[in-house]
């Protein structure tokens, strides 16, 4: 093969010598980063899915860990992909120097779809972080934006995948020694690239070996995997020195995502008037003591919040498809649990499995459940987004 | 494997295009021009601003430091720059939060520093060994060549 050499850059114009970068570096970076993405993308909708099931394909109630896995990895493969991006990147930096910018349309178009790639994988990771840190600095609504770039992010990196698969297959079957090292200019046009010139001797790594980056970066994103996880991976819990939530310290044993406080909701809400009114086919309202005298089940089920943190509790309380069953409905039934709350996730539908098995709780972890907990009743679901476990519970609707 | 190149890009631009076409179908303009605005700067901030910078440090490590501890500083470096990424956004949003939320509670900037010590405290380790192996190297061999002769 030939090596064509490109046409004459300007005379200042950046030049990348660094040993470290190659397309061997490079494609297994890579290969890890679009795994964690990949496992990211799915775990994703599976958490959109739980937000609007299908009435035919009902969540369903086990594995009672399914959620606390899947969201979990969501936010633990986001996280690590964060790190893990920003080396993926500097190990392809210099093809942003390339020379000239756009040769054709196509190459135009490839450049444009890897700048489309970038931006939306920086943003998506950025703002994924931001959110479970309970910040939302920007003008659009998270959950929706959220999945939409998503769908651009996959889509961008199948393309991605197609335009580079000779690179990836040459990166991946180098030895991460000797490959060509990455600069500003492709090896195609470079006659002194051992893809061009046979064997050439290893480039020199005087310093850190591409080895040594490799598993520096392990290191580094292993550490902050091993220090953020424990807040869903309870034993890690110990060690979770960057974890942004610590379940451990929630009162009574569990975090709060929405304090009673910010959603507007005051003793006087679920105080001395406070019943449970259950309408259907024969609708009934229980008040305060028949709640209590009838919660007499017992779960250890894990709450599993979206973003990204879990924990073990038991609950006590009396069974819905016993009210449901007392309405006038039956296990089919399409179940709507309401809160006093008066705007935000103020209620959420059961259907099919759930409908059998989930609580109304009364009880946490042997405790009566405070107000921020959900006083006096609140759902408790397996499987099932903690957003949508509906607390401060006034009604109950049967269909 | 070559074959399935073009699947590929079909089927992304096809996603990606279903993504593009929800985005602006979806989202009030005033928002999407916002979204516009934080995908532009992440390019200009991550391209024009971070990647410059982090070569620079390594342009300055290659000027000033020996190869042999060089390895040491930038394994060094690499390790606690990714931790980094993550600790200094926990630290700034620290205590923020209602406590009942359990979240952000910790001293993330106490933990950051913990987490470089320990890393610092290896890197140096292994480069005092590779220092004594290679002084023990180096009188070896002089005690070999001397031997010989």
């Known amino acids: ?399 | 494997m070559m074959r399935l190149r073009l699947p590929l890009a079909v089927v992304g631009i096809a996603i990606l295009l279903f993504g593009v076409l929800r985005l602006i179908t979806e989202v009030p303009t005033e928002a999407l021009v916002g979204l516009g605005v934080w995908l532009i700067a992440a390019l200009v901030i991550h391209d024009g601003i971070a990647s410059p910078l982090i070569i620079a440090v390594g342009v300055v490590l290659a000027r000033w430091v020996p190869p042999r501890a060089r390895r040491y500083v930038q394994f060094a470096l690499i390790v606690s720059a990714l931790i980094a990424v993550i600790a200094i956004p926990l630290a700034y949003r620290e205590d923020t939060q209602p406590p009942a939320e359990s979240m952000l509670l910790q001293n993330y900037l106490g933990n950051l520093t913990l987490l470089i010590g320990i890393v610092a405290a290896f890197s140096i380790a292994a480069y005092a060994i590779r220092v004594a192996e290679d002084s023990r190297a180096a009188s070896g061999s002089h005690g070999a060549a001397t031997q010989g002769g």
């Open chain 1, 1 to 399: 093969m030939t090596a064509t050499q490109g046409p004459a850059r300007p005379k200042v114009w950046p030049r990348f010598t660094s040993p470290l970068r190659s397309t061997a570096v490079t494609a297994r970076l890579g290969s890890l980063l679009g795994i964690c993405i990949v496992i990211c993308f799915a775990t994703g909708m599976l958490s959109h899915y739980q937000y609007s099931p299908w009435s035919w394909l009902p969540e369903p109630a086990s594995p009672v860990w399914g959620y606390r896995l899947s969201q979990g990895l969501h936010v633990i493969t986001g996280i690590a992909a964060i790190p893990l991006t920003l080396v993926k990147l500097w190990s392809v930096y210099p093809n942003l120097y390339r020379w000239p910018p756009l040769k054709s349309l196509k190459h135009a178009a490839e450049r444009l779809s890897i700048a489309v790639l970038v931006s939306a994988v920086l943003v998506q990771l950025a703002t994924g972080f931001m959110n479970v840190m309970g910040w939302y600095p920007w003008p659009w609504g998270f959950v929706s934006v959220h999945r939409f770039l998503a769908y651009v992010i996959i889509g961008s990196i199948l393309l991605h995948i197609g335009i580079k698969l000779p690179d990836i297959k040459y990166g991946l079957q180098a030895k991460v020694a000797d490959a060509d090292v990455l600069t500003e200019t492709p090896w195609s046009d470079n006659p002194d690239a051992h893809t061009n010139a046979g064997d050439v001797p290893p480039p020199a790594t005087p310093a850190l070996t591409r080895r040594g980056l490799l598993v520096g970066t392990g290191v580094g994103v292993g550490l902050v995997v091993a220090t953020t996880v424990g807040q869903t991976l309870t034993p890690l819990e110990p060690i979770g020195l960057l974890a942004v939530r610590e379940p451990e310290k929630g009162p009574q044993g569990v975090p709060v995502n929405k304090t009673a406080a910010s959603a507007g909701i005051t003793e006087a809400d679920v105080g001395g008037g406070w019943t449970l009114t259950v309408d259907g086919p024969s609708p009934f309202t229980l008040t305060l003591d028949e709640v209590e005298a009838m919660s007499e089940h017992v779960e250890h089920w894990p709450i599993n919040c979206v973003e990204g943190w879990s924990v073990g509790a038991q609950w006590q309380g009396l069974r819905l498809l016993d009210l449901v069953t007392r309405a006038g409905g039956t296990s089919d039934s399409r179940v709507r649990v309401l809160s006093v709350q008066q705007s935000g996730y103020n209620e959420s539908d059961l259907v099919g499995p759930q409908v059998s098995v989930a609580l109304l709780a009364t009880h946490i972890n042997t405790e009566r459940l405070n107000l921020d907990h959900g006083y006096p009743l609140r759902l408790i679901s397996p499987n099932r987004a903690g957003v949508l476990n509906t607390k401060w519970l006034n009604r109950v609707e049967v269909t």
